[in-house]
């Protein structure tokens, strides 16, 4: 390895090596999210913020970007990328880089690949941590410039986004110490945000933004520098903490996680390493609330607390980890309308659909600090509450939460049935609410047969198979609370609900449930997953759910990854859209529940196996929020969708849904009892080890395995009264 002098002419600040730029990669770079409670970090895979005009990258805390650049350079240029990895918990990315050639007054002075640098990056507690390794393979000793950038430019999330304001606060950047620059923003708000970012070892000259060491590195030895932001907003500043000993107390916190939760086992690998990073990216994206763990929909966007979203994915994983349902109740319990507020959509007893944070939030420039514009999370936080009720037989939190319970259910029968006819609508109340709001939220998501847009107010297809499920599961909760008389009424106004359903829903022109009714009572005679839905909750009766089943498993709607939002028949059917002819995994997964329900566990399979070969295909085998809904072709990969959140929690969820209803799986607290009832493994799982589910105060260990063609089952372990059946 041929090396020039150890130390180049000049090596201030000012005056840097030259050096040829043939090796350096300043192409498009991959992007990882890290992420810990409120704040979270959009890196690329060399460990930069903003590198080469990456706008949407940066270290965010409640809903404000803190750190809009983060780049080291050595000797002026970028270093070259070996590798980058995630670890298995999904806390640290470790980037493996090396220099480009350096040379120093047109003479070569460090040929490439002599410094490796490797670089890791985590979050923990309101800091983005970096610690870099660099280390000499060469044989005389170094002394190597360094650059480090950083700057913060306190954009609200929404402004990253592509919104635009008039009006901005103002930053301030100053150095603090030797070790330390300082940054605030004072907000329109009035709010003081701060960012500091300490380094370590001191540089050789610090700026407002920027740092410079010429690192000494002897003959195969090593140097360290450690780069920490800690945000604080209008509060005290977050203590640092030393790199490795926050490290470990994130492993450790995350490991116990684990051991608390059930955990699954199948012997297939493939299948085994697409539940764990779904299981993986759910634990990234939980945030410790003062009422609980809560799974914040996803990263970028959407990392903070939705209603809808924790609600359902709260639903797929509650055989796994009954404790998130607990938290996510409690929170939205917290924070439900207690009163009319049309700039919010809000009516006494509704359930929260989004809650921000940010300066734009806390001006009302956009409706989301606290906004109740979701027409079905009220059904659903019952729906939960019956769920996790049952699983559990946790009266106690049940009395706690029954007073919102009983709201929630004013709300279904009062202002979100506001003309009395039976079924659950919305239409926004003002023009910045959002206009469609069901789980299909966007501006062109509900329409005619025709294609044009439908008017409101709207009654959809799946939220009345919500509600139906939640009387269903209220009634059974007044039971348990002695109110025998609510019990009976719920049950009455549920089979009522059902009887009106299949009148007003069931389209015999395309073989459906239709879309919706309109303003005007019409149905909206569109093909679409929604109907689907209408199978999870049991509304649909048998017969019009085989048919259901049928036409969801098309060539119009099965595209071989996955059920499409629409059939490729209908008018504004899309395969790039956001919700007209894309594929959601968690659409597919409540799907692949309701043909579970109706007893076609076998057509789950042909779900679960399209969305298996997705995620096998997919970047660290993980499922996004959405990718396109192109018909499958041999031999090509499924098509993203540009801006889907990855991870996100009811895409993480997805996969394990699926799992729990090829098992048939039941939970009953009451009797602490699990019932597999008629399960069905495809050949490609394996076998299945399942350990500490629980069920009421017992728990249980068993395996399933494939035998004769069915399933048998190998109980290992029951506690506390626990059993295990297999109906």
Known sequence: MAVAPSRPPDHSPEHEPERIHAEADSSPRAHETLKHDDAFVVVDTHGDIGAFGNHADGFFYNDTRYLSRLEMLIARRPPLLLGSTLGRLDLQLCS?????????????????????????????????RQRLVFTNHSNIDLYLPVTIFFDADFLDIFEVRGMRREKRGTVRRHVESPHSVGFSYSGLDRV??????????????????????????PAKGSQRVYVTSVAAGDRAKVPCTHYVKGLLDAQRHLRRSESQATSIEVSHPDLDSVLKRSLADLRLLITETPDGPYPYAGTPWYSTT???????????????????????????????????????????????????????????????????G???STPLFVVLAGAYIEATEDKEFLREIWPAILKALEWINGPGDPDGDGFVEYARETEN????????????????????????????????GYVYEAKNAAARMARMQGDDDLARRLQAEAAALQKQFEEKFWSPEIGTYALGLDGRKRRLDVRSSNAGHALSSGIACPERAMRVIEQMLSPGFFSGWGIRTIASTEARYNPMSYHNGSIWPHDNAMIGAGFARYGRSDQVDTVFNGLLDAALNMSQRRLPELFCGFRRRAGREPILYPVACS?????????????????????????????????YLPERIGEVTVRNMRAGAGSADFILRRKNGGVSIDVTDCRNGAKVVLA
């Open 306 to 372: 939705f209603g809808r979203d924790a609600l359902i994915t709260a639903l797929q994983v509650l055989w796994l980890d009954p404790c998130i349902a607990r938290g996510v109740l409690r929170r939205l319990a917290r924070y439900q309308a207690q009163s009319h507020d049309a700039a919010a959509d809000a009516q006494p007893g509704k359930i929260l659909h989004e809650m921000r944070s940010g300066e734009m939030a806390a001006l009302r420039e956009i409706p989301f600090g606290l906004y109740y």
């Open 433 to 464: 609410g959002l206009s469609n709001q069901g789980w299909k939220d966007s501006h062109d998501a509900i329409f005619n047969r025709d294609g044009t847009l439908a008017e409101g107010p709207l009654a959809l297809v799946e939220v009345q």
């Open 374 to 376: 979701s027409v079905d």
């Open 647 to 679: 991870p996100q929690a009811w895409a993480s969820g997805s996969m394990p849904h699926l799992l729990k209803s090829l098992m048939g799986l039941k939970i009953d607290g009451a009797t602490r009892t699990i019932t597999l009832s008629a399960p």
């Open 192 to 217: 003081i945000r701060q960012t500091t970012v300490h380094i370590d070892p001191e540089p050789v000259s610090l700026k407002e933004t920027s740092a410079f060491f010429r690192l000494h590195i």
């Open 96 to 128: 493996d880089l090396t220099n480009t050639d350096v040379y120093s007054n047109g003479a070569l002075w460090l040929h490439k690949d002599v410094v490796h640098v490797f670089r890791t990056t985590y979050v923990r507690d309101a800091s983005l």
